[in-house]
């Protein structure tokens, strides 16, 4: 919280901004650095606080290595082969050296243990796809921040009250990066003065990923809380993010192009359409994942079939209405027009 006024400072010293361009939404020229503030918070208390064992310490590694990916992207850019790299070698110091991955699908399609080839190939695929799909919903005011802050919220919960010896101090992990988010977030709601930018963004994604997985093997392991169910209680955890990536990498490979080609067919993107304002569409959002963490957490006794299924479910018909909707939009933009003609 202290250090934001400083970083917005010297960014607009050092001319070290954010450009508007044709898929952003704000209009000013404004610091992308936010992330520096939070990282410095969550590294910080962490390592004052936290019990560095059962994979923290190697996480903090990757995160550091991400840290650094994220801030030179903010500062000059990079491509992303590049940030892709840096992400497989955060990734696989969590999964080498602390033995961090998921071990079994604890029976959805089927499935058990797997093979430990498969295992560090899934688990590989997890991390650096939560990690970008935290990355990719970093498009409005306090979106990000709103949505890491609810699923860290989540977690810690049950690592506090589950976890024990093994898993209990990625309690630790959820805390410090919420009061780190939170401290950050009293700048970045709109109009923001800053925004969290790569920095911030990729390290969230990571650690979320981290958290996610551990959440998983807790369930597998210790048994609580959810049992087996736990892979589809984490996927409903974190639903707006895995539904928003999963959604726009579809319609832009259905589209011809290549998935990561930039565009503003975002799920916050869409709803902005509908004519909410940018705090209502993050209030919005934030709360169709707690809806979602709250249905899971209920009906979580059915398992991760009927589970994975129903959210399945849900997400095609969030499609089709906001497909719907867009093409109606795009009819009476259309009509209008022709009319001024």
């Known amino acids: ?165 093994s898993y209990g101090n990625y309690v630790y992990v959820a805390v410090c990066l919420v009061g780190g988010l939170f401290g950050f977030l009293r700048y970045n709601f709109h109009r923001a003065p800053i925004f969290m930018g790569d920095t911030g963004s990729l390290v969230c994604g990571f650690i979320v990923s981290v958290l996610a997985i551990q959440f998983i093997e807790m369930g597998l392991h210790v048994g609580q809380p959810f049992g087996s169910a736990a892979p589809s209680v984490a996927v409903g955890i974190l639903f707006v993010p895995l539904f928003d990536t999963l959604r726009v990498f579809s319609l832009r490979m259905l589209a011809g192009k290549s998935p990561f080609s930039p565009d503003k067919n975002h799920i916050h993107h869409r709803i902005l359409a509908m004519g909410f304002q940018q705090i209502s569409t993050v209030l919005l959002l934030g709360l169709l994942n707690v809806l979602v963490i709250l249905f899971v957490i209920r009906f979580a006794y059915l398992g991760n079939t009927i589970l994975i299924a129903a959210l399945a479910v849900f997400s095609a018909l969030l499609s089709i209405f906001f497909g719907v909707y867009q093409s109606r939009i795009s009819r009476r933009q259309l009509l209008a027009a022709e009319n001024g003609n």
Do not use: W
């Open 1 to 165: 919280m202290f250090a934001v006024p400083s970083i917005i400072y010297i960014a607009h010293l050092k001319n070290m901004l954010d450009t508007p361009n044709g898929r952003t939404v704000h209009q000013s020229l404004t610091p992308r650095l936010g992330g520096v503030a939070v990282f410095a918070g969550f590294m910080s208390a962490l390592t004052i606080f936290a019990p560095l064992r059962n994979g923290v310490q190697e996480m903090l590694a990757g995160c550091i290595i991400l840290f650094f990916v994220g801030l030179k992207d903010d500062l000059v850019g990079m491509s992303v082969a590049k940030k892709f790299v840096g992400q497989l070698l955060a990734t696989g110091i969590v999964m080498i050296m602390a033995d961090v991955r998921i071990t079994s699908f604890q029976g959805i399609l089927g499935i058990g243990t797997l093979p430990v080839g498969v295992s560090y190939a899934f688990t590989l695929g997890v991390i650096v796809g939560v990690t970008n799909a935290i990355n990719l919903i970093d498009g409005l005011d306090g979106l990000a921040g709103t949505i890491v802050s609810i699923i860290c919220c989540t977690f810690g919960y049950y690592f506090y009250t589950y976890g024990g010896p």
